[in-house]
């Protein structure tokens, strides 16, 4: 058991506080002789990186991945890979005043009644600062999963504005600073940003992340579901306070009929009609897109005094000054790509472990 | 790692088909010299038996529980707890017509897709009866817990219809064969739930369950927080596509401001004035109620006939006759009650071993 | 993590005390469609069945398995395989002289000194009945090995009597009641262990365990290794208090160039000339036999008067009648084999997952 | 499950080659509030280090350990401690010319085996250098534990000479280069391992290690024992081929009078008149001192060549030059004790967890 390593043949392990000298993870498992440099990993930290546009925080920090093992030649060997980030913007002073008070929403205060000792600088192993890791250690999984699986996210809400699904385009994602899937929506959300943002207000956040060409057969009941596994890897993400897989919590509404997904071959092929399922059901890919969804609440860090106390008991009014986010839900769209590439590597693992490469029934290639 | 088990220090594996001779499970890292006998188990069993009402499968089991090991002159000896249920209506010739289709939105594909092999009977190990065992083990969890801990759900969804949280009568619960809180609800869902049963149709619903007294400090960074094994546990209950915590989903549409739950010591204790994030800041319990809801998707077992496909490639049509629930969600009431206490147990022991049973910060005594 | 578990990928889950109403064993992991019915396994229970010479003790138990999950018209399916024994023979009267008075040299002062709580009947947990189900998950981990990998052990050291390695004789195993490979030393152990018996005393002794047609790469580093997870597989089975791989701690003697295997290329296949290593290097295994071997000691039940304590503070002399194995470890042998087969087919599976069924090097195919 | 991880509850994973830029450690579990500086690890691993006579390796490493995450203010934080020691004599020419050929005896052919890849550089993952990240860890382990368990360890054994134990002096152990508690037995092996070291040869050794103060009811039943745990860390260390416990192998040629452990109460405590059981019994500690032993094969690095083959299937002999240890047993004294040390710290954190601080016979204090 650690708490700080998830995955089971697929295993990241991760450390560091954000203001520490460095923040690392070690990925254990990863087959060996696939290709693997710093260039594979880099560019997915830059997508993540703060401080490239006026809706995150302007904290900067290269965040430039060394690998440190598990690397031979620019081949991985079937050893741990470990790879490390040097902290390099850690003013550690912007926090000073709020040494002995606790931020209201934060968990700080929960890490000081569980362990008893406060790490007061931004946030100390809490911060989002982490999920750098969890990103880069997402790279290795792509390099597991190989080209044909391709794994996408888009923000769909900001606050109370939420996207129009007839006007998803997958192209429109990287072309704007909210990964946002509708070109429309994009002018709403810089507005209403703007203006959370000049308030020194927050607000929370959907995402939505997307696994086309996965395979059929990864997931395995009872406790090793694909749908669980992917539960608790995004409800792992800093802030997030729910999940969903396909339709989610619409499902509830809808009649059998409604939600069903009809099945037929088509060219010697299973062809489902419709995705209510999210690509997954009994907990095993279907051969479908899997769809994962995860709100993100507002950050707990606002310019409005909120009542909190201190650590020796006396009541206190708390504002946070200081960098950050007006939106985390906007950086946390390559964290939750990078959780799904983890699961779906390691459940690509635990599949081949029992069962091999193979689909079984004859009548049913791959979808 | 196992497929079938869940927990870490308090752990549970189950096993069994729903047409096999028998279900059962093996209940490890239970402390010793706790009271425990079959009489502590039964009553939650019969909470989730079928046939209670005419809004549950008619599928008759007594679901007596039988302790194996474990336990001695009516105390745990530390050692792992077997408990069995036999199996005693099996009917499995209700299912043999549909032994070569498979029944669209069930898992019968993807086990086959996975493992080549067709358990055909009554689903198998997919089946809802395997959650008995969930009931049972939550049992053995709430002693672990002891009695200041208290775990209670509710459906507060069927359909369309949702309880007014403003009628919310914990008394209720029990008075109604839909576990439902708010007393007007009812006649909606039965005349809703009626209309759904005679047209051999099926329906989704949400649960929320509320643990009251769980001690601040439960949970821990990063990959075992309280929250995302909440989510895991949930998430891998039959036919759930959706957990959230505290405000979940509701959240991403607020501001920080509107989220924020403050903080005062009154009578030298800390207390929070409202409860958005549903008990846990960081993935860690601050004292207040643990607060999770799932979505359950509607049985996929209808009378209308849906396209699907046989092992051998051939197009069809399916209707599921047999005995099934219009509502499966109303019996996930005592599995999710289940999931939870199991979930607090495992981190109350996980918290024992890293910090042990005190509460560190002199100035916030528990909550 | 759990205590009653072992393996990874292969796992097995034992529960049950020697005086309740069963024992059993949950086995997750095994692969789907392989042939496995109680017949595959009954022979070995079998062969370490008890009372079946005036060696052994005299307690009678069929020890008839039944499968009660995980197996399909006669073939795995991939979920959770349960197997469980009936005890039939209590007689817990037996050890109610000795309720109060702990055993020296018996687990029960330190379950006690754990756990707070006696299970005074026949050692309960602690008693070597459990490793019946080590030996019917042995025959599981069989199937998954296949025939090419073949698993054998036999008894090499009796108390003092050594047998002679330049007689080995695999045929001679079976052919006499102490697993002996050696035909010449049968009658020296018969005459030996008579003496033994009818002092009420008791012996330890050796036990080899060769696994041949073992596959090159199996085993991992470093904390996977192949020799490692032997060394704690046996070490765990009851009574064991040394594990040696290949030359064992003779190898402490030895000069590098007397402990060198030497390598060729014969006929396109890589070849040892001599197996020091017992097919392990660097924890993975090289192709060749892998050679294990484990001590178990005498068991503490002897007529001899020896000093003890009571659970109230007590000093007395506490002498055990019963009936017990003059040596325990002729029992063993089949428990040792079957430890093995768990170890390497949990070792396949991992292998498996990693880097797939093929061997990479081209030049270096299968040994 | 991981292949780089060890310990449950106090967790560690290493990572990092012999000839990378770095080696590193991740402590996952440990308590928090202790004080850890890198003062508290360094002296460990000065012991180990390599260099300091002409009896162990000449390659010269300072390694200075870096603590990176996990320690505030001079104090464990609960959250996973990174540590890290930069690789600065790498020298990897050295290797160059046995790029294509396997060395006899060591783990390189069977990496190759394994994953298809060789990193021919000083062994690369599989260098003993893995070891001084074990060292470091132990001495975390040493800090949960608390001054009252003393571990120590010493050589008893150098090719054929063994000390001998009524001359045991754990006072000499550090007063000679050889760990040797038998100071009458320092010229012996000096002159020996003269004798060795010149013919560029290499020789086997036998390590004990003794763990005093250890609370008694540490361990667990049945696959969580204590001393099976301990065979798998110790027999996870390079080179090692066999583990004992207490008696170990001799026990086998003991009769159960002769064996047995007398236990008595005296001023009020339990006691033991002898130790034959290591201080294990049933897998659960009795309070008597902890006793492990294990053997080291000599390295296979030697001047005299031996036969052997190429990557690519030639036929060749090799003979290893470079700094290698005549007798890697020496430095394997630090590493016994460091696995020691993380095994009852694990131990200990697992007691907690399941049964708390207390032994709970009244009439048993603890010894």
Redo the contacts between chains.
Sequence with gaps: ??????G??F?V?????SH?????C?V??????LALSAADIQPWLDRRRPGQSKYTTQRQEPDAV?I???V?EG?T??????LLIHNTDQRSRDYGDIAER?R??????????????R?Y?GG???SAR?TAMRVAAGAVARQVLGGDVRIRGALT????HRIDRARWDWDAVDANPFFCPDPDMVPVWEEYLGT?RKAG??????IEIVADGVP??????????L??????????I?A??????????????????????????ED?R?TF?SN???G????????QPVVARF????????L?P??????????VEVATRGRHDPCV?IRAVPVGEAMMACVLADHL?????????????P??PPA
Tied chains: 1, 2, 3, 4.
């Design positions: 058991m650690s708490h700080n390593s998830f089971h043949l295993r392990t991760t450390w560091g506080e520490g000298p460095a923040i690392g070690v254990d498992g990863c087959p060996p002789r060394e440190l093992s598990g031979f081949r060997t079937g050893t741990p890979i470990a606790y209201p929403g934060h968990a700080d205060v929960t890490y000081d009644l569980k362990y008893g000792i790490d600088r100390g192993r809490s982490e809400q900001i606050g109370p959370v207000s927050s607000v929370g956040a959907v059929p057969g990864l997931g395995a009941p009872i406790y090793g579901k749908d669980s596994d992917l539960a608790m890897a995004l409800m792992s800093n997030v306070k729910g999940v969903e897989i396909g339709e989610g919590f619409a499902a509830a509404a809808l009649t059998g009929e409604e939600n069903a997904d009809p099945m037929r071959m010697g299973l009609s209510h399922a999210g997954i059901l009994g907990g095993i890919s279907t051969g709100a993100v609440k507002p950050t707990s860090s606002i409005t909120v009542a909190s106390v201190t650590r020796s008991g006396e009541n839900g693992l635990r599949h081949r472990a029992q069962v091999g490469d193979d689909v079984r029934t009548a049913l």
